[in-house]
C-alpha cells in the first residue's frame, strides 16, 4: 500500500499520518454556522454530475483522469493512462483498485477523510468538527475533522458561490505530504446504476 500511497497521492486518504496536533475550534459564528448548513443540504442532495479532475501532489506530481458522483455518497474516479487505478464508493465502503496489478484494497468510508466529502449527514452538529469557514475570490472553503476518527486528519472541501458548486477538496498529513484535486468540465450527468459504484466480480480483493 505505500507503494501506491507513493504514486497516487489520492489513497493518502487512506494513509494519513495522526494528526493529533488538530485544534477543535468549537466556536463558529452565526455567519459561518449558515454556510455549513449550506453546504450540508447541498451534499445530502448532490446532483449527479460527471466531469473531469486533476490531482496534485506536494511534489508538484499531476494526474487526472473522468469522475461521476452522486448523492448517497456515490464517487467514481478513473484515472488515465498510464495509471490503470481506479476509486469507487458506494455510500458505505470505499475500494481502491489497481488494475494493472490486479488488487482491490477496500476500506469503510468513515474510516477516511473522504466521508466529510461522501457523508450522507454533513452539519458541524453532527459526526464533524469545523475548524475554518473561509470565503475568498468568490469560493467557500470548510476544513474539518470527524470527532469520530480525529487521527485521520482534517480535509478542506471548496466550493464555488452563487450558486453553490463542489470544486475540489484538498488534505494533508503530519508529515507534511499534501494533496489538491479540482473538478473541471463539471456537468449534469444522468444518475449511474449500483454496478458503476462497485468493483466487477472476479476482481482480486486485499482486505481492508
Avoid at 51 to 71: E, K, N
Wanted: some cysteine.
Amino acid at each position: 500500500m505505500k507503494r501506491v500511497f507513493c504514486l497516487w497521492s489520492l489513497i493518502g486518504l487512506l494513509e494519513l499520518s495522526p494528526n493529533a496536533g488538530v485544534a477543535i475550534a468549537a466556536n463558529l459564528g452565526a455567519a459561518d454556522q449558515r454556510e455549513v448548513d449550506q453546504v450540508g443540504a447541498y451534499l445530502r442532495t448532490l446532483p449527479p454530475m460527471e466531469g473531469r479532475f486533476s490531482q496534485t501532489d506536494s511534489r508538484g506530481a499531476r494526474s487526472g483522469g473522468a469522475f461521476v458522483l452522486q448523492a448517497g455518497g456515490r464517487a467514481r474516479f478513473d484515472y488515465d493512462p498510464p495509471s490503470r487505478l481506479l476509486l469507487l464508493a458506494d455510500g458505505r465502503r470505499l475500494w481502491i483498485i489497481d488494475r494493472r496489478l490486479g488488487t482491490t484494497h477496500d476500506t469503510p468510508i468513515a474510516h477516511t477523510p473522504l466521508a466529510a466529502l461522501l457523508s450522507r449527514d454533513f452539519s458541524s452538529t453532527g459526526a464533524f468538527d469545523i475548524l475554518r469557514v473561509k470565503e475568498a475570490a468568490g469560493e467557500l472553503s470548510l476544513t474539518a475533522v470527524d470527532h469520530r476518527h480525529p487521527r485521520q486528519g482534517a480535509i478542506t472541501l471548496v466550493f464555488s458561490q452563487s450558486p453553490i458548486a463542489l470544486r475540489g477538496w484538498s488534505l494533508a498529513d503530519a508529515r507534511g505530504g499534501a494533496v489538491s484535486v479540482r473538478l473541471e468540465a463539471v456537468s449534469p450527468a444522468h444518475p449511474h446504476g449500483d454496478a458503476d459504484f462497485h468493483p466487477k466480480p472476479g476482481e482480486s480483493r486485499q482486505g481492508g
